[in-house]
């Protein structure tokens, strides 16, 4: 929901400087430096986020469609581990960029619009993306599916069966 606002935010912003540009002579000034140093870093990580909690990263799953059924869980869980483990990495360097960008009053280039406000986004992002990561883990051991499966493997524990019900359909 808050990457539709934004991208609305943004469509609206835009559109209006190019109607107040054509037909006025009038832009909004420093549109293309809000737009890229602010609408789009919030999309961008705000996309990171959904993406990873609907599980809709891209998967190679060739080989680990060959291995044994009792190791898939361990080997899903370690790779996310190992992923949390990087996610992490790069929400711990984004943090120090963040704070050297706010103790330098990072502006968007030599515009008087401040930047430094959406570098605290990789870090947030990241240590969101970092729970998630270990959320899969968990998930993966507990459960030992793929993360597409986990709603439903919830709602399988849940209710205390793997056939569909009448149940099962209401609880959705």
């Not at 006025?24 to 993406?51: C, K, N, R, V």
């Amino acid at each position: 929901m808050p990457a539709v606002i934004v991208t609305f935010v943004m469509m609206v912003h835009v559109t209006l400087n190019a109607v107040l540009r054509k037909y006025f002579g009038s832009p909004i000034d420093y549109t293309l430096e809000i737009t890229q140093y602010w609408y789009m870093p919030i999309l961008a990580f705000l996309g990171f986020m959904a993406a990873q909690r609907r599980g809709q990263h891209i998967a190679a799953d060739l080989i680990f469609q060959m291995l044994p059924t009792v190791s898939r869980r361990f080997v899903l869980a370690f790779f996310y581990l190992v992923a949390a483990v990087l996610v992490a990495a790069l929400a711990k360097f984004g943090w120090g960029e963040a704070q050297f960008a706010r103790e330098i009053g990072k502006h968007a280039g030599i515009t008087p619009v401040p930047a430094w406000q959406p570098y605290y986004l990789a870090p947030l992002a990241f240590g969101v993306m970092t729970l998630q990561f270990l959320h899969a883990a968990y998930t993966a051991i507990r459960f030992g599916v793929a993360e597409e499966s986990i709603e439903e493997a919830e709602l399988n524990e849940f209710i205390g069966t793997d056939e569909p019900t009448e149940a099962k359909e209401a609880l959705r």
